[in-house]
């Protein structure tokens, strides 16, 4: 059993830290996913000396593996599950609605665990089975726990989400607060510096990308559709084209990371470049010239570049049909696997397709680039503390560090 730590949250902490800390955060980290979701929340706080941030790693995540990393590589205080179960909080954060959020002694304010609210509840062995599941995230199951609603804000990225959670979770509507989407934001931001993007992939003028982008489970592109992505990587190759995949943090934390190479392995010696986990996904979206996905967060993401985006998922019985995803599936284009793959996924957006893009896109954030001076106030308020003068702090982009094959040197 991990002991309990002394600073900057025992209760002798104030002999021996040097800011007084006034006020104290736990952030609830449970994914990779979940915790990088945070970040950008919590940007808007860490840089305040009255505020001490620390997480806690909810140990009953199926996806806990490599989170640990993940924080230890930021030097972040992790302090022990018990331990932050055990003391009072001025605020705490969370992307997941986890079965112990309802022990949480503070205020809870709960984001989006992906965009949009896209996909239902998982049920262990429904597989295509019709059975009755809530959207995850805006599901009452979720939010209420004893009669009571676990979280004091529920932070929304669209009006569009606060109607569909009138309809499955009343009770909530009033905690509900529109902030936006800070994932939105940063492939906008990576969008401004696309070329500096293609740059940083060894990407010239004239060089094309087509980025793969798979979630987790059977259903998805990985499991369900490889065959796309084997006439994917070899066209590509004949065709001087690059192509790289990001695949959803939980895939390699269910199967662990050198297994996940392992399988990978014939793909990349096609030519197929995985995408690090702890990569700036948004900037490699904004660098491709089209893109192919399935019923993942991602795919949706993919609108916003207005490049072409592609479905090829076996997710569909997964999926929310009022979420932004379930309009992707109705609107854009499969890929057919009996055919040259490339030629489909990299093409020209029709007029009806770029409609289509533009539909999807606006229905991620109403909010474009807003996410850090919306959700400061709710942050600032639920602490009971002035917010500072400054400008709310935005997480920077990350160089890429992610070299594609072929590329210039």
């Not at 954060?93 to 949480?104: F, N, T």
């Not at 807003?370 to 003068?389: D, K, M, N, Q, T």
Request: hydrophobic share 45%; proline share 7%; net charge neutral.
């Amino acid at each position: 059993m991990q002991e309990w730590v002394q600073t900057p949250i025992g209760p002798e902490a104030g002999t021996w830290t040097t800011w007084p800390g006034e006020r104290r955060v736990l952030a609830v980290v449970r994914t990779v996913a979940d915790t990088q979701r945070l970040l950008d929340p919590l940007a808007t706080l860490a840089p305040d000396p009255r505020v001490q941030v620390v997480f806690a790693i909810d140990p009953r995540s199926q996806f806990g593996a490599g989170v640990a990393a993940l924080l230890a590589g930021l030097g972040a205080v992790v302090v022990p599950w018990e331990q932050a179960l055990h003391t009072r909080f001025d605020l705490a954060l969370a992307a997941s609605v986890g079965r112990d959020l309802d022990r949480v002694h503070a205020p809870v304010v709960l984001f989006a665990h992906g965009v949009g609210f896209n996909k239902y509840v998982p049920v262990a062995g429904a597989g295509e089975r019709a059975v009755a599941r809530g959207t995850y995230g805006l599901g009452r199951d979720g939010l209420v726990r004893g009669g009571r609603l676990v979280v004091s804000r529920l932070a929304l990225a669209h009006p569009d989400e606060e109607r569909r959670l009138a309809a499955s979770c009343p009770e909530a509507v009033d905690a509900a607060r529109i902030v936006g989407d800070a994932a939105a934001d940063r492939v906008l931001a990576s969008l401004d510096l696309r070329d500096r993007c293609r740059e940083q992939l060894g990407l010239g003028g004239g060089d094309r990308l087509v980025v793969a982008a798979s979630t987790w489970g059977r259903a998805s592109l990985v499991a369900s559709r490889p065959t796309v992505l084997w006439r994917l990587a070899a066209e590509a190759r004949r065709e001087g084209c690059r192509v790289a995949l990001l695949l959803h943090p939980n895939v390699r934390a269910a199967h662990g990371a050198w297994q996940v190479r392992e399988w990978l392995r014939p793909w990349a010696e096609a030519g197929l470049v995985a995408v690090p986990a702890e990569a700036e996904w948004p900037s490699v979206l904004a660098a491709a010239d089209a893109l192919v996905g399935d019923h993942g967060s991602t795919t949706v993401y993919g609108t916003l570049t207005g490049r072409p985006v592609s479905l090829a998922t076996g997710g569909r019985h997964d999926v929310d049909p009022a979420s932004p995803m379930g309009e992707a599936l109705l609107t854009l284009p499969s890929v057919d696997e009996d055919s040259p793959v490339l030629g489909q996924i990299l093409r020209e957006v029709t007029a009806g397709e770029e409609q289509a893009l533009a539909s999807i896109a606006s229905r991620t954030t109403s909010h474009p680039r807003r996410f850090a001076h919306r959700v400061r106030p709710v942050l600032y308020e639920l602490l009971g503390l002035r917010e500072p003068a400054s400008a709310p702090a935005v997480r920077p982009l990350r160089p890429l560090g992610l070299d594609l094959p072929g590329g210039r040197a």
